[in-house]
């Protein structure tokens, strides 16, 4: 008997060049942008991704070549089984702490996953991370740094939006331009993202112009920022952001559209998420005009008695002065949107769970309402 972290392992043992995408955020974007790369480069990978990706009508790829790339989660350490040779940490935060005692431990987790690495093998490590230099210490691989913020093998710089949030940038390696590059998907956070996987590429010896026309076709997994519709000046886009980080930056992302008014419906993902991250929470919605809650999601858990929508949103109002409305159930909340929206509102849902169904129900009655 295997798990599926176990198998996955074992299956990477049979290519030359396993690639694994780690991190508390990004995995599926990254695990996408370079799966685009991959493709635009005709290197005919083995892909397992975490999310539904348009480029392969699915979440798997069976390629013919030596390249297999696959996300590489920490929860309950399952990363620890692979085998990679090229390794990707985005991001270490503090999440899933139902297993993790804190922080440190999470921290613990991803050395070891760098320790994995063969002396012939590299590790892609965003310099943004807080105390990286104790997962890269006397390691034997090569490592590459990438960074927004501080000096890194590969920087970002003159980075500009258009109306849609999507960002252009300058990229450097080693202080020296290599070229411009152009997303599809918005945010700050997917330059980082880009970063990575531009550093991916040219490890793998693919072409600068092979590295960005692969970027410059990703738009988007599901639930990833993905559009719904537009109906009556009302746009409706929906996703996965279930951790307060995440929340954050996507909300940012969706502020830099310039909606006159950003209306957020998040549905809380597990009790435990809930409870240990609950001030993180509280604090991670400032960029929304008008925030609705609904129940938590419970994904299996059983309830802890104190820890609820209503109990977080009368936290959220004592940390910002925002005002929340808590709506149980999804249906309640659409039926809410459906009265209060107008022309130049942004209605994102946000969560792991089943919101997203609040968003389509709303395109379905705003187009019914519109004929």
């Known amino acids: 008997m295997l798990t599926r972290a176990q198998l996955l ?14 991190g508390t955020h990004g995995k599926t974007t990254t695990t996408s942008m370079i799966s685009h790369i991959l493709l635009k480069g005709d290197c005919d990978p083995t892909i397992s991704v975490g999310g539904i990706l348009p480029a392969i009508g699915g979440n798997i790829r069976v390629g013919n070549s030596e390249t297999f790339l696959t996300e ?7 990363f620890l089984s692979f085998f990679p040779k090229i390794s990707i940490i985005l991001n270490i935060d503090a999440d899933h702490l139902d297993f993790f005692k804190d922080i440190d431990d999470i921290r613990h987790s991803f050395r070891k996953f ?8 590299a590790l ?7 105390k990286y230099e104790e997962i890269i210490k006397e390691l034997p691989c090569k490592v590459i740094t990438y960074s ?3 000096e890194a093998d590969y920087t970002a710089d003159n980075i500009t939006y258009d109306e849609f949030g999507h960002a252009s940038f300058r990229v450097l390696h080693n202080g020296s331009l290599i070229g411009t590059c152009s997303l599809k998907v918005p945010g700050i956070h997917n330059v980082s993202n880009a970063l990575a996987s531009i550093a991916c590429g040219q490890l793998l010896a693919l072409s600068d112009d092979v590295i960005f026309e692969g970027l410059k076709s990703f738009t988007g997994t599901d639930r990833r ?4 519709g537009q109906i009556g000046g009302v746009t409706i886009i929906d996703d996965y952001a279930h951790h307060p980080t995440e929340i954050g930056v996507t909300l940012k992302a969706a502020r830099q559209t310039k909606p006159e008014r950003l209306l957020c419906v998040f549905q809380p993902h597990r009790y435990t998420r809930t409870k240990l991250l609950f001030s993180e929470f509280c604090e991670c919605f400032k960029d929304c005009d ?12 059983e309830a802890i008695p104190g820890v609820s929508s209503m109990h977080l949103a009368e936290g959220i109002k004592a940390a910002t002065g925002q005002e929340v409305l808590y709506i149980g159930k999804l249906t309640k909340a659409e039926e809410y949107l459906e009265r ?7 209605v994102m849902t946000i969560g792991a769970g089943d919101v997203f169904k609040i968003g389509e129900e709303l395109v379905r009655e705003l187009e019914r309402n519109a004929d």
């Not at 760098?114 to 093998?121: I, R, S, T």
């Open 124 to 130: 892609i490590i965003n310099a943004d991370t807080p």
């Open 225 to 228: 920022f993905q559009y719904k």
């Open 148 to 150: 927004l913020e501080k």
């Open 114 to 121: 760098a320790e994995l690495l063969p002396a012939d093998g």
């Open 72 to 78: 590489a989660c920490e929860y309950t350490n399952s």
């Open 290 to 301: 008008e925030l609705i809650l609904t129940d938590i999601y419970a994904a299996s858990e």
């Open 9 to 22: 392992g074992q299956i990477m043992r049979n290519y030359d060049t396993p690639i694994a995408v780690s």
């Open 340 to 346: 209060v929206v107008r022309p130049g509102d942004l």
